[in-house]
């Protein structure tokens, strides 16, 4: 089992910048890869970017050159550096780790409004 906690949504305007965090516990040996997905109401979870322990990389073609995501020192923390952040980014942003027996866990989501 792997337990996985967001942080850092909140309140933004447009242009500015936010960091999220995710934190795994549990048996985070077993991951293979964490990512950052968001849904706004009515339509289904996307996925923003994600980085496998390997160190591959994906972005959806939205956040390109605006978004980072990174590891921290520890295997099981994520973070999203959003910069140039913008009304359309305005959703539920969650983190994900999925093992190499191709289990998926979610959080519970971190809320993230761009809003003038």
């Known amino acids: 089992q792997v337990q996985v906690v967001e942080s850092g949504g909140g309140l933004v305007q447009p242009g500015g910048s936010l960091r999220l965090s995710c934190a795994a516990s549990g048996s985070t040996f077993a991951i293979s890869a964490m990512g950052w997905y968001r849904q706004v109401p009515g339509k289904a979870r996307e996925l923003v970017a994600a980085l496998t322990t390997t160190g591959y990389e994906n972005y959806a073609d939205s956040v390109k050159d605006r978004f980072t995501v990174s590891r921290g020192g520890a295997r099981n923390t994520l973070y999203l550096q959003m910069n140039d952040l913008k009304v359309e980014d305005t959703a539920v942003y969650y983190c994900?780790?999925?093992?190499?027996?191709?289990?998926?866990?979610w959080g519970q989501g971190t809320q993230v409004t761009v809003s003038s």
């Open positions: 994900n780790a999925e093992t190499n027996a191709a289990r998926t866990y």
